[in-house]
């Protein structure tokens, strides 16, 4: 089954700040997080992992609250560049990356 | 830098036809995954590998086949293609690691047209 991410769309204004969130009904080991622009492959974020651990981008966070399920992630003082499809993908527990459905998030000028 | 590389960017073929999907990734990585997205639905699983002639099914298996026979290449096949299967795909590789612990590098795609 599926994360479930919100918002579907975000438009949002250079300099604002976004959250996107995403949430599981399965215990999770770990949280991918993936950007992907139009006509281009996704490309990794982040990654959280169950007891704390973080690996990726310096400009960017996230949370997970392993006991509740959830990912946030957290894009301040957005730039033109950060428009794009945002995927989260979970591991139950099975070595399987299963991802959401995407946010996508538009910056204007 | 790890590079996967897809055989085909366009692809159409007919409805019937055998369809064969190639992967090639560069940087001895274990796991390997097949994934379709479709507007609206995300990325979703079909199958995955994590060594040399093994294979899972993902969430949608159904129509699909896998080939992993060396462990830099991972094969889609579509036994007889349909309309239904038309659709970007991706393939992704990435280390052995615990628990979903190391990034996904994803393919470029290849949009299939199914007609």
């Known amino acids: 089954q599926q994360p479930v991410q919100s918002p579907q769309a975000v438009i949002l204004r250079e300099g604002e700040d976004a959250v996107i969130n995403c949430s599981s009904s399965?215990?999770?080991?770990?949280v991918h997080w993936y950007r992907q622009k139009h006509g281009e492959a996704p490309v990794f974020l982040m990654i959280l992992l169950k007891g704390g651990e973080q690996k990726g981008h310096e400009k960017i966070s996230a949370s997970f609250n392993e006991k509740k399920q959830q990912s946030s992630l957290y894009l301040t003082a957005s730039q033109l560049s950060y428009s794009g499809t945002y995927f989260c993908?979970?591991?139950?527990?099975?070595?399987?990356?299963?991802f959401g459905k995407g946010t996508r998030l538009h910056i204007l000028p | 830098d790890v590079k996967v590389t897809q055989s085909s960017r366009y692809l159409v073929k007919r409805t019937g036809e055998k369809v064969f999907l190639e992967c090639v990734q560069d940087?001895?990585?274990?796991?390997m995954f097949w994934y379709r997205q479709d507007p609206g639905l995300g990325l979703r699983l079909i199958y995955f590998?994590?060594?040399?002639?093994?294979?899972e099914k993902g969430d949608i298996p159904e129509g699909y086949s896998v080939s992993r026979e060396k462990k830099e290449r991972f094969s889609l096949i579509l036994e007889s293609a349909s309309t239904n299967q038309t659709s970007m795909y991706l393939c992704?590789?990435?280390?052995?690691?615990?628990?979903?612990?190391?990034?996904?590098?994803f393919g470029p795609g290849t949009r299939l047209t199914v007609t």
């Open positions: 993908g979970t591991e139950r527990g099975d070595d399987k990356i299963i």
């Open positions: 992704a590789s990435s280390p052995l690691g615990w628990r979903g612990s190391y990034e996904q590098y």
């Open positions: 590998s994590y060594d040399v002639k093994m294979k």
């Open positions: 940087m001895d990585h274990e796991n």
């Open positions: 399965k215990a999770l080991y770990s």
